[in-house]
């Protein structure tokens, strides 16, 4: 399945462009208010899709109508591009410059779901184009690479010049499933194999490609450290998350989100490696912890090694020593751990540390803001930030709550210990 692909001339570095927090004429501010973070006239909109930009500082909203950039922290809209015409399904962030990968979407669509625009909005100009024969699924951006993913292919291209660099096949994904790396000394990207329950991960600056057999069905969702070198993956079942070693494939950890088949909708692991966080349509995002130590760590988080076995992380793009489990225990919050080999083995799996019950009534995703805190931002324009004690676990408090598009029902809120 070939693509045609039109791009002007004389782009620029991702290092050397202007963020969505400079003051250009395109430029408006956020309308303030408790817990509200939209406009009067959001009724008539509809939201299409929301995506995490690549350091979780801030998020992208593509509506119905256009797109909107809102900051995490504080929490505000910082950009929104609206359009009598211009329903979008995918907007992709390239950190906090710019440059957007733009996908319509909706009844609406200001683009064909089969085109990729990448768009620079400071300027105001298309700067590459990508035309295919088929929708597309999702659309990642690293600083030297555009992926755009298929149902069945995924196709990698440089960003300094739109050139195809790599041609990937997958088994059907329909749900656009890809993960790629944003440390500066990695090149990392995770997508589903070509057989049911697989991982194939390049190492695109060591020239390496791992198949990781993850899961018996097939992959429904999956998120890579900062480095690409830790991989967390969930099955159709949505019972269990397995942790991986990309370098060598080995697993790591596996971690039980519950008994019942549940549908995940988000997987996403902290900048420390520390902890994993899981929203489902189940309604409560489930936190874990991980038994990966990052080499550097400081002091002050020495004492939790001693509480739970870790593992050395190294962040290096040229090591490829295997990361070595000291122990398989369980996690310590399991109660029934002491009973490992006698009960079934869903009693002895490693079970959530911390919970956060949401309103069951739409899709969240999840990310890790500062410290001890995790970030959910739903489709019904719902953003929710919430605290965990990172010594007993238990219920979340929530910090905070934004409606930032009042478009729809408001959601009723959530329990809170």
């Known amino acids: 399945m070939s693509s045609q692909v039109s791009a002007s001339r004389g782009l620029h570095s991702p290092d050397k462009l202007g963020t969505f927090e400079s003051s250009h004429p395109w430029q ?3 309308s303030t208010g408790q817990g509200e973070a939209g406009s009067g006239d959001d009724q008539d909109i509809r939201l299409l899709s929301v995506s995490w930009n690549q350091d979780f500082g801030c998020f992208a909203a593509g509506t119905s ?6 900051n995490c922290d504080p929490f505000k809209e910082t950009f929104r591009r609206d359009l009598k015409s211009g ?38 100009h298309c700067i590459g184009e ?16 555009i992926v755009i ?18 041609q990937i096949e997958t088994q059907s994904n329909p ?28 190492h695109f600056g060591l020239k390496v490609t791992r198949l990781i057999s993850a899961h018996d069905s097939h992959i429904s969702c999956m998120a890579l450290t900062m480095d690409g070198i830790i991989l967390a993956t969930a099955s159709m079942k949505g019972t269990l998350i397995r942790i991986f070693n990309t370098m060598d494939g080995t697993r790591l950890q596996e ?8 549908d995940i909708y988000s997987i996403a692991l902290s900048p420390n490696v520390q902890w994993l966080a899981v929203s489902s349509d189940k309604g409560t995002v489930h936190i874990f912890s991980l038994r990966v130590r990052v080499a550097g760590e400081d002091a002050s988080n020495e004492q939790r090694s001693l509480e739970g076995p870790r593992m050395d992380h190294q962040n290096s793009s040229s090591s490829i020593d295997p990361l070595i489990q000291t122990n398989t225990g369980s996690n310590a919050s399991s109660s029934l751990s002491f009973m490992k080999g006698i009960l079934p083995k869903y009693f002895s799996s490693e079970w959530s540390f911390a919970q956060f019950h949401l309103p069951e009534v739409t899709r969240y995703i999840v990310a890790f803001g500062a410290q001890n805190t995790v970030m959910m931002v739903g489709l019904d324009g ?11 676990g238990g219920q979340m408090l929530q910090k905070e709550y934004f409606r930032f598009i009042k478009a729809g029902l408001t959601p009723l809120r959530p329990s809170v210990a």
């Open 149 to 166: 993913v298929l149902e069945r292919k995924i196709y990698v291209y440089n960003f300094t010049d739109l050139k195809l660099l790599h």
């Open 255 to 262: 971690v039980r989100r519950g008994l019942d088949k549940a």
């Open 382 to 392: 719902s953003f929710y930030r919430c605290s965990f004690d990172q010594v007993d």
């Open 87 to 124: 329903g979008f399904g995918i907007v992709e962030m390239l950190f906090r410059c710019n440059i957007l990968a733009l996908v319509g979407g909706g009844s609406n669509a200001h683009y064909p779901p089969n085109k990729v625009m990448i768009w620079d909005d400071h300027r105001s």
């Open 175 to 202: 749900k656009g499933l890809c993960c790629l790396s944003h440390h500066a000394n990695t090149s990392v990207l995770a997508c589903p194999g070509v057989h049911q329950g697989h991982v194939r991960v390049e």
């Open 28 to 30: 408006l501010s956020a």
């Open 130 to 145: 990508f035309a295919f024969r088929s929708d597309v699924r999702a659309v990642k951006l690293g600083k030297d690479y």
């Open 65 to 70: 109508n256009g797109f909107r950039i809102f």
